[in-house]
Structures are given as structure tokens and as C-alpha cells.
């Protein structure tokens, strides 16, 4: 089982290592892997979204990070409004501040095949608890179209906001998972009596500023 650490601007200096090998681990994952973007010259796959605003979700599982999410807030440029508009052809693109764009998810090699209660599982549990925790009504963003049918089974409501199209030899959507104490429940369940651990270590800015974040 994972450990999720929440990562902000304001308590990356306890986690220094840990986010080093999450950049790593991120170009192994899209550069290498899946070639979304040209090899960098450190190893480290970074991008424009990649700021103060940002707020990590770090899965780490014996010292090691084998999971992670990035969450956006949609007021701010993120992936959607900047890169892919035009999947958003119903009603416009999300621009809440209880909405947040959650990318840059990946699980290691080694953990990729571990059935419903596995790594990624464990992670959307976590990503769900910090969304309940922190007021959010929404999380989602562009989606690999494959990964819909697992997230049903979830038991959560998606909140597609176009069609999915093929962009060369994926196909994508834009879907957001509306945020609730039943959707924390029902993936709970999923798991069944363990779930990660949610750790905010230091002082972790909230997602929404004017609210206090939940011990």
C-alpha cells in the first residue's frame, strides 16, 4: 500500500529527493515510453504547467515513488484550456476554482499489473481524499479514452465535456469526476479495508487559498 504525500511550493524543500526521482520517473513515463515530448538533457520531463500553482500527490511505497498526480487549478493555464480546447466542444472549457486538471499520472513498470486494489487504484483513492479534503467539486482533465471504464468502476460520475478523438495512436477525452464524499466511499470499497495514507508533512498551501486545510 502507498503513502501519498502532498507536495506543494511551500513544503518542497522536505521533499527534494523524492521529487527528483518523480521528474525522473516522469520521463520514463512520457518521454520514453509513451514519446509525448523530445528527451531533455537531465532525464527530468518538466512543462509549462509545472508552477506555484501546482499541487503534487506523490505515492511513495518503500522510500521509492511509484506513483504520482499533478492537480491545477482550472482557473490557472493547464493542459485543457492551453493544448486541447477543442475536446471541450460542450460547454466550453472549465474555468472553476473548485475544479482542478489532474495530470501527470504514471505507475512504475513493476507495479502496472496489479489487478483493481493495485497502485493506481490506491492513488485515485488518494487523489479523491485530498479533493474531499480541500473543497474541490471536480477533478479530471484530457484522459486516455481506455481508462474510462476503469474509472466506472469506481462507482464515479463522470462529467465527459466533449468526444473523444484520436490524436495519432491514442484517443482521447476531456472528463472531470465530480468530487463527493460517496465517490471517496465507494472507491474505499474498491480497496476494501486498507487505503493509502494521506501525508501532509510541513505546511502544504490549500488548493483553495481562503480555505484551511484539513488536518
Not at 518538466?46 to 492537480?71: H, P
Request: charged share 25%; glycine share 8%; proline share 6%.
Amino acid at each position: 500500500m502507498i503513502t501519498a504525500h502532498v507536495v506543494t511550493s511551500e513544503n518542497l524543500h522536505l521533499y527534494q529527493s523524492e521529487f527528483d526521482e518523480f521528474l525522473r520517473r516522469r520521463h520514463e513515463a512520457f518521454v520514453v515510453r509513451k514519446r509525448w515530448r523530445p528527451p531533455s538533457d537531465d532525464g527530468r520531463e518538466r512543462d509549462e504547467f509545472d508552477t506555484d500553482k501546482a499541487t503534487y500527490i506523490l505515492g511513495l511505497e518503500d522510500g521509492q515513488v511509484v506513483t504520482s498526480a499533478r492537480l491545477i487549478p482550472t482557473t490557472e493555464p493547464h493542459l485543457v484550456s492551453e493544448v486541447f480546447p477543442q475536446l471541450c466542444e460542450r460547454n466550453g472549457v472549465p474555468r472553476h476554482p473548485d475544479w482542478a486538471e489532474w495530470t501527470r499520472t504514471f505507475v512504475v513498470q513493476k507495479e502496472r499489473h496489479l489487478g483493481l486494489k493495485g497502485t493506481f487504484t490506491q492513488l485515485c483513492a488518494a487523489v479523491m481524499q485530498y479533493a474531499v479534503e480541500e473543497g474541490l467539486s471536480a477533478v479530471g482533465g484530457v484522459q486516455e479514452a481506455y481508462a474510462m471504464p476503469r474509472l466506472g468502476r469506481f462507482g464515479w460520475k463522470l462529467l465527459p465535456q466533449g468526444l473523444a478523438r484520436g490524436f495519432g495512436d491514442e484517443t482521447y477525452i476531456v472528463t472531470y469526476i465530480e468530487v463527493s464524499e460517496a465517490a471517496l466511499a465507494s472507491i474505499r470499497t474498491v480497496l476494501g479495508g486498507e487505503w493509502p495514507a494521506l501525508v501532509r508533512r510541513g505546511r502544504p498551501q490549500s488548493f483553495l487559498p481562503e480555505r484551511r486545510v484539513v488536518s
